[in-house]
């Protein structure tokens, strides 16, 4: 149990267009799901936290009309990175947490590769 | 703010040999979980420690947890080159917004 798919999990795009990445809970529902980007040999930086039917909630210095986050569903999150640009390259990941469990562990989707170029 | 450090960032070691990798965090936190990252791939799921004095061990790994000295340790026992990828802790903020906080993460090289 617990699975999180993330799709797809790699995309090359030209500079100035737009790429959106689905984060999905195959067999749960997540109340909570956070978007991580994580640079080449570095840790996970916490982008933002999105809840069901609300607005996301960015962290300090993650621009929210560039990287725009829907959470339409206790199954679905989507990121659309805006308007991207070879700096936006990176490994995205998301992760899915649900109230029902125990101790609100959060599940890793497989990540997606990003590369502007 | 909550910060979390790893020591050491980086660690070869050869098989069959023993290692400690470190975890400080800086605030109170009762939740602290581990990872491992191979790589080009994402997290997987180790351990989560809940409790001060908590202890777990699957196969070569044993994780445990002191929450007053703020400190948890990953304990490698009898290393093999399959242990070779980055580990990562991860602190809960405590403040019910079930946010984590990564430490740098550690790579392991385990040498033959």
């Known amino acids: 149990g617990a699975v999180v798919s993330q799709h797809p999990s790699r995309v090359i795009c030209k500079s100035g267009t737009s790429v959106k990445i689905e984060c999905r809970s195959l067999?749960?529902?997540?109340?909570?799901m956070f978007w991580y980007r994580q640079f080449p040999k570095q840790s996970l930086m916490l982008m933002a936290t999105?809840?069901?039917?609300?607005?996301?909630?960015?962290e300090q210095g993650v621009e929210k009309d560039k990287f725009l986050i829907n959470h339409a569903s206790l199954t679905l999150s989507t990121l659309t990175v805006t308007s991207a640009h070879p700096e936006d390259s990176s490994f995205y990941i998301c992760s899915a947490s649900s109230r029902g469990s125990s101790y609100n562990e959060q599940f890793f989707g497989p990540g997606t590769r990003l590369t502007v170029l | 703010e909550l910060k979390v450090e790893q020591n050491p960032l980086f660690l070869s070691m050869q098989e069959g040999k023993n290692y400690t990798i470190y975890c400080n965090y800086s605030?109170?936190?009762?939740?602290l979980y581990w990872y491992r990252q191979d790589p080009g791939k994402s997290l997987e799921s180790l351990f989560v420690?809940?409790?001060?004095?908590a202890v777990k061990q699957e196969g070569r790994l044993m994780a445990s947890l002191d929450t007053k000295a703020r400190l948890s340790t990953l304990h490698i026992t009898a290393a093999v080159h399959d242990l070779s990828a980055t580990y990562f802790c991860a602190v809960d903020m405590g403040d019910g917004s079930e946010k984590l906080v990564f430490g740098k993460g550690t790579k392991l090289t385990v040498n033959p």
């Open positions: 420690l809940l409790s001060n004095g």
């Open positions: 605030t109170t936190s009762d939740r």
């Open positions: 999105s809840n069901e039917g609300s607005k996301a909630t960015y």
């Open positions: 067999d749960f529902q997540a109340t909570t």
